[in-house]
């Protein structure tokens, strides 16, 4: 199984301040016959399901803030939100779907400092 | 409007069984893959199985391999989830998800229902 690792476990962060979460798979999720890197990002309010952000690694889901972007390519990864707002402290989430059994990142959680 | 609603949920022994219900709306839903996804309390995300959108294909993680059934209903528009041999371990909430169209990633996730296994 691929295992996702991702850090920091948590993170505080001011408003309107730039946040970065990292996600490291166990090996490389590029398709290079798609040229494509086969990771999703999901952002997990209280009480809420998970929210799609982020797939193919750096293309935003339609609805989603542009201040929210992906990168990364083979097997290390970035989430980055540009300037935090209220709204954004969440747990934050990798998945790879690049081969069964799909796996998640532990989850990274956003505070305000 | 997407919408996909869980039932089924509740508190069962170890060894029981119980049966998860997905109702979808808002799209086709012959048309698309639909997965299941588990957190337990306080904890992270873990993919449960997978189903192709006629059914004909399934993928299970291998923790519930032999003892989780998914199967869906398209002329219902509804997706299920068998459990049996139920283990404490198995202790969750329970998300029914619709995979995207054209990748493995989950566009839209149910509110979750809550599985307890405890004697």
């Known amino acids: 199984d691929i295992v996702m690792t991702q850090s920091p476990d948590s993170l505080a962060v001011s408003l309107g301040e730039r946040a970065t979460i990292n996600c490291k798979s166990s090996?490389?999720?590029?398709?290079?016959?798609?040229?494509?890197?086969?990771l999703a990002w999901y952002q997990q309010k209280p009480g809420q399901p998970p929210k799609l952000l982020i797939y193919w690694a750096s293309t935003r889901e339609s609805g989603v803030p542009d201040r929210f972007s992906g990168s990364g390519s083979g097997t290390d990864f970035t989430l980055t939100i540009s300037t935090l707002q209220a709204e954004d402290v969440a747990v934050y989430f990798c998945q790879q779907y690049y081969t069964p059994p799909w796996t998640f990142g532990q989850g990274t959680k956003v505070e305000l400092k | 409007e997407v919408q996909l609603v869980e039932s089924g949920g509740g508190l069962v022994q170890p060894g029981g069984s119980l049966r998860l219900s997905c109702a979808a709306s808002g799209f086709t839903f012959s048309t698309y893959w639909m997965t299941w996804v588990r957190q337990a309390p306080g904890k992270g995300l873990e993919w449960v199985a997978n189903?192709?959108?006629?059914?004909?294909?399934?993928y299970y993680v291998d923790s519930v391999k032999g003892r989780f059934t998914i199967s869906k209903d398209n002329a219902k528009n509804s997706l299920f989830l068998q459990m049996d041999t139920l283990r404490a371990e198995d202790t969750a909430v329970y998300y029914c998800?619709?995979?995207?169209?054209?990748?493995?990633?989950?566009?839209?996730w149910g509110q979750g229902t809550l599985v307890t296994v405890s004697s």
């Open positions: 189903i192709k959108q006629d059914g004909s294909d399934k």
């Open positions: 090996q490389s999720v590029f398709y290079s016959s798609s040229n494509k890197n086969y």
């Open positions: 998800a619709r995979k995207c169209y054209t990748n493995g990633c989950l566009d839209y």
